[in-house]
């Protein structure tokens, strides 16, 4: 499983011109699922991103997480991110997972991400996304478990 995860000050995300998810503060998080995941991976990655401490204090120091200034977050499904570049100009996304076991992995990383206290909005999985990221800092952190 691996992840993008960007501190947002406004995160949007459209499919054929209708908005299908939007937060203020928080997190846009692209998320890739690969073969061999499943639930407890998921549970372990939101337990990193929960405890992720990247909101500035009342010093602008990175001490709080998205869950302490109270924000929010986008899961954007990218199975782009297991794209493998080594040969040819033309990515292969064979090691992506089938849609079959991603689609319900992402709508469970949701749903634990809400239950840890940051409430989530999905993309809509399988569709042509249009993403509006408003990146604060620019703070862009990748995680793989």
């Given at each position: 499983?691996?992840?993008v995860v960007q501190r947002?000050?406004?995160?949007?995300?459209s499919v054929?011109?209708?908005?299908?998810?939007e937060i203020g503060l928080g997190l846009v998080i692209l998320l890739g699922i690969g073969?061999?995941?499943e639930k407890e991976k998921a549970r372990a990655l939101v337990r990193k991103i929960s405890m992720l401490r990247i909101f500035g204090d009342a010093d602008d120091k990175m001490?709080?997480?998205?869950?302490?200034?109270g924000g929010q977050a986008i899961v954007v499904s990218q199975f782009t991110l297991y794209a493998d570049t080594r040969r040819g100009n033309r990515p292969s996304?064979?090691?992506?997972?089938?849609?079959?076991?991603?689609?319900?992995?992402?709508?469970?990383?949701?749903?634990?991400?809400?239950?840890?206290g940051i409430p989530a909005q999905q993309g809509e999985f399988g569709a042509y996304m249009q993403?509006?990221?408003e990146n604060d800092g620019p703070v862009t952190i990748v995680f793989e478990i």
């Open positions: 499983m691996r992840a947002v000050t406004h995160g949007k995300v054929d011109g209708r908005s299908v998810a073969p061999g995941d001490n709080l997480s998205c869950k302490d200034v996304f064979t090691e992506a997972a089938p849609p079959d076991l991603a689609r319900p992995l992402c709508d469970r990383f949701a749903q634990l991400l809400t239950e840890a993403v509006q990221i």
